[in-house]
Each structure stands twice: as structure tokens, then as C-alpha cells.
């Protein structure tokens, strides 16, 4: 018997499906600026260019009431490290290498106290406090050349914050892979999806 607790508020929720839909639009559109030959493009390379450009402050206004929201409501003490999280981390490892085929019960049960396991909340810090701020200021950058002051930086700053720019692209759609097959490890290959839809997470 499955038993559900109430872990992600309305707001964490529209945020979340926000924030997934920008992140898709600025992958695909990132990848046909980058990647795409310009005689078969994936889409216009305007085209590419403009939504880039509003997917992308939309995120940055988006992330902005991501930090505001955990700074003002119970959301933030999600996204800090405890005590022992290297040991944590080996132990979570080991269940997703091996316990997870064997049955075992997770190490780390959700709850309301602590809603992410010690490998989600390293990833998910490292993601919503490193990479995506780095995503976000490169990408101001690059939308104001300006403010890079190349007289100080020199003639190689833009394509360096640009290079930057796309490493960091490319480990949140890193992520966004792996996020998406962890998000299939629950009580049922759907429920954590159900879950952001719903706020109630199902437990075994």
C-alpha cells in the first residue's frame, strides 16, 4: 500500500513546468544556432535567434522567483548541504548501482523534511546554484555585448563567455536527461510525473 505526502506547492509546480518548457525551447533553439547547416536548419536561424532570446529572459525572470520564493518560503532548506553528505552520496550511489534491482528500501526515504535524496540535492545544487546562474549570466553577455568592456577583457572575451555559454547548455541538457530517467524510479514509471502534477508524492 502506497501511502502520498504533499511536497510540491502550486507555486514549486508552475515553476517547475516553466522552467522545463524554457529550458526545451533553449536547447532546441541553442542546438540549431550551434549545430545545424545552415543550407538544411532545423528552424529559420532568425527565428532560432528570437526565441532564444525570449526563452532565455524569460528563465532569468523565471530563476529569479526561483530564489525568491526558497528565500521566503520553507522551499530553500531543500537546497542545503547537511552533515555527512559524502557519505550520503556514496550510500545513494550504491543503491542506484545495486540495491534498487535487489528491492532494497531506499536509504534516504522522502519526506516532508527532506523531499530530495543526498544525489538529487547535490545535483539539484549544483544545477540551480552554479550551472544555470553561469547559463544566465553568459547569456546577458552575449545579449549585451557591450557590458563585456572589451577594452579591459580583451578581443577574445565574447567567444570565450560564448564557449561558456554552450558548455553550460550542454550540461543542463545533461541533466535534463537524467532527470527525466530518474523521474521513472518511483512507485510507478508515471508517478513522479503525476506528482508535479498533483503536489502529492506517492511512497511505497
Known sequence: MNDKVYLYPVWIRMWHWTNACL?????ITG??????????????????V????????????????FVIGNLFTTNGKHYRFRKGIIKNLFIQARYYAFGIFKNEK?????S???KFNPLQKFSYIAVM?????????????????????????????LHTTDIIHVIMGFFVSLFLLVHLYFCTIGCTPVSN??????????RH
Request: proline share 8%; aromatic share 16%; net charge negative.
Open 50 to 65: 528570437s526565441i532564444h532570446d525570449i526563452a532565455g529572459i524569460l528563465l532569468a525572470v523565471s530563476y529569479l522567483g
Open 31 to 48: 542546438i540549431s544556432m550551434q549545430y545545424s547547416d545552415p543550407s538544411y536548419p532545423m528552424m529559420r536561424f532568425d527565428w532560432a
Open 112 to 114: 516532508k523534511e527532506s
Open 106 to 110: 531506499p536509504p534516504f526515504p522522502i
Open 129 to 157: 546554484h552554479l550551472i544555470v546562474p553561469v547559463v544566465i549570466i553568459s547569456g546577458i553577455f552575449l545579449f549585451f555585448p557591450v557590458l563585456l568592456n572589451l577594452e579591459i577583457f580583451g578581443n577574445k572575451a
Open 23 to 27: 529550458c526545451l525551447l533553449l536547447i
Open 193 to 202: 510525473f503525476k506528482s508535479m502534477f498533483t503536489g502529492y508524492h506517492e
